[in-house]
C-alpha cells in the first residue's frame, strides 16, 4: 500500500503509549520492528478524524503520514512507519465539537436552563453543573429513547467526552438518520480542526 495521510490523537505529554514512551515529534518518522497486528502492534491511526477519537489517549491531535508496511480495518490502519506531520492540542475543539452534536437533539429532551446555557455559550464557570444537571435528567428518564440519548449526549457534551457525545447524538437522531448524521459530525470536526491548525500550527492556506 502506498503512503496514506491519517490522523491519529495522543496524550497531551505527546508521547507513545503502552509503555513504548517515544516523543512524537513534527517532521520525525517512528517506526516500528516486527509484525503489525491491528489494536496492539504498530504504529496506527485512522482516515476520519472521527474514527480517530474513538481510540483517543488524549486531546492532541497529529496530522500523520504512514508508510513502510501498512494494514487496515474499516475504521483504523496500522503502519510500520508513521510521520508526524504536525500536531496541535484539540481541547478546545473536541469541547466545541461536543457542545454542537448535543445541540443537534436538544429539541428532543426538556434540557434544564444551565444545560442549554452552556451548549450554546461554553461558559467554563458553568460546565460543571451543566454536567450534573443533564446526568440528573437522564437517569430520571423512566425508560430509554431518544429523549434519554439527548440527555447523555449533554451530559458527555459537559463532561467533555466528545466521541461519547457524538455517538450518542448520532443515536438520538435515529436509526434512519445514522449514516447521515456521523457524516456531518465528520465534516463539522474536520473544519473545526482544520481552522483551530490554521490558526496556530499551519502557515496561511496550508492543507497537509
Known sequence: ???VLGWHFSTADQRLQYGDG?????GETLRHEGTLVLCSRGLHASERILDALKYAPGPYLWRVRLSGEIAASDD???ASERTALWGVDATPVLRDFARRCALDVIHLWDAPPVVRQYLRTGDETIRAAARDAARAAWAAEDAAGD???AAWAAAWAAGDA???AAAWAAEAAGAAAWDAARDRQQRRLTAL?????RRNVLPSGGVL
Open 162 to 164: 466528545a466521541a461519547a
Open 76 to 78: 483504523k490502519l496500522v
Open 22 to 26: 517515544r516523543l512524537i515529534v513534527p
Open 147 to 149: 429523549a434519554e440519548a
Open 1 to 3: 500500500m502506498n503512503a
Open 193 to 197: 480542526v482544520w481552522a483551530e491548525a
